[in-house]
């Protein structure tokens, strides 16, 4: 850890603080959005970071995302780095009022402090002190920052079109995603520097079945609600096929050495020993199990508004997790088998996993395999700026406005540099949201020095 001027550190955590404040909460209907709030964010963004906007480039892309652009010695590889400004509504009960930026026990408060303005902040005070010490990148670089992520906006898939408009094919992208993970894995003491190489998808539908409703002192069998019930007890009796997909091998070999006694040889052989494995994870709870396969979750219900009445329709809303691997295509077919007939399948919303990235790998017994340089890069990057993490790749099992990007880039990660406890990545979309300081700026820190480090 680098001992910071006292300055230093109040003039990064003023400025998360000033930009923490403004209640930049993202609503699926645009009526919603308080975007008085969003534009005075902008403001103030350009306010802590003068040097920033008068040396980058700056593209407006839909209502308030931005693409800037910081020319480099060269173009040949250019970087992405994202964030995004909006922020999820408040919910729960804070010990510190969620806007406030307040400063307590060591850390800053509020909603977006870990997701994700934590991420957009320390972006841009390690460009601007940068250009404070007259630094040119040695590729180009682009900071891509979203107006609508938590609600699967339109700002992310914009700046993609913009980026292939201007013929910009990235070298790497790097999102939000994994973190400086302390108390991930049982019996693991050291931190996780956890990289999202890939990420689930999102496809949902909703079941759909119709009867001729009436009166309910004269009900007919199979109707509507009992079509519906019984197709969402078939699903819940038919999960999708467990694996354990690469990107976890290699995680768990990496966790190996760290783990408890027992578990090393398992962890280590990983490979081979995938069908033990998948089993183990999937009998210690709904996390791990999470990690193996596509998940389906009956989300949403309807039937009838009175109690007198019978539903003429019964609709269940079904949310799936499409684990890397699997295709929307199959786990519609495996639906539709799965309900069977009575009941129509309407599709909401779909999305593939994401095609997984380059990746660096171990050989299983503490020796290298093959060798990525933009994945190596990040790694290296957190074992200087944090010695005591494992850096390891993993697949994300939360959707990031990173996905987008695939279409135009092979390396796209996810990953803040933050060290986070379990509590506090728990806090995340819910109440009691913070960063520490020390790992505030320890994250502006690394995304410095990845700055610098740019091949
Ligand atoms: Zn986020």
């Not at 999820?88 to 307590?104: D, L, T």
Request: proline content about 7%; glycine content about 8%.
């Amino acid at each position: 850890m680098t001992l910071r001027e006292g300055a230093e550190q109040s003039r990064a955590v003023g400025k998360l603080q000033a930009l923490v404040r403004l209640p930049t909460v993202s609503h699926r209907d645009p009526d919603l959005v308080d975007t008085a709030a969003f534009d005075a964010f902008l403001v103030e963004l350009e306010t802590q970071f003068p040097l920033l906007h008068r040396h980058l480039d700056l593209t407006r892309v839909h209502t308030h995302g931005l693409l800037f652009h910081w020319r480099g010695a060269s173009d040949a590889r250019p970087v992405v780095l994202m964030a995004h400004l909006d922020v999820v509504p408040v919910e729960g009960e804070w010990q510190h009022p969620p806007f406030s930026g307040a400063i307590a026990d060591g850390s800053i408060w509020g909603r977006g402090t870990l997701d994700d303005k934590g991420c957009l902040v320390g972006i841009c005070e390690a460009v601007e002190t940068l250009l404070e010490a007259g630094h040119t990148p040695a590729q180009d670089v682009w900071l891509s920052f979203g107006c609508d992520e938590e609600v699967f906006g339109h700002a992310a898939p914009l700046a993609v079109d913009e980026l292939r408009r201007r013929g910009v094919r990235p070298w790497f992208v790097l999102d939000e995603g994994g973190a400086i993970a302390s108390e991930a894995f049982p019996g693991v003491g050291a931190p996780i520097g956890v990289i999202g190489v890939t990420e689930k998808g999102i496809t949902s539908v909703e079941l759909r079945a119709e009867g001729r409703g009436g009166h309910a002192s004269t009900p007919a069998r199979n109707g509507p609600v009992a079509r519906v019930a019984r197709a969402v007890t078939r699903l819940e009796k038919a999960p999708l096929p467990a694996s354990l997909p690469a990107p976890t091998i290699e995680l768990f070999r990496r966790l190996a050495p760290h783990a408890p006694l027992p578990l090393r040889p398992l962890m280590a052989n990983a490979e081979r020993l995938r069908p033990a494995l998948t089993r183990v994870l999937l009998a210690a709870g709904p996390e791990t199990a999470a990690m193996t396969r596509t998940t389906v979750a009956v989300t949403t219900l309807s039937g009838s508004p009175a109690l007198n009445v019978i539903a003429a329709t019964a609709k269940a809303g079904v949310n799936m997790r499409l684990m890397v691997g699997d295709t929307v295509e199959e786990v519609l077919a495996h639906v539709r088998r799965t309900v069977g007939r009575g009941v129509e399948v309407d599709v909401v919303e779909s999305s593939e996993a994401s095609p997984v990235s380059p990746y660096s790998t171990t050989d299983g017994r503490g020796g290298h395999g093959s060798v990525d340089e933009a994945f190596a890069l990040l790694e290296d990057t957190i074992t200087e700026v944090f010695p005591d993490a494992v850096p390891a790749p993993y697949v994300m099992m939360a959707a990031t406005d990173a996905r987008h990007f695939t279409a135009i880039c092979e390396r796209v990660y996810r990953f803040a540099p933050f060290r986070m406890t379990k509590q506090q990545r728990e806090s995340i979309h819910s109440y009691d949201e913070h960063i520490g300081v020390e790992a505030f700026l320890d994250g502006v820190d690394w995304y410095r020095r990845l700055l610098e480090r740019l091949p």
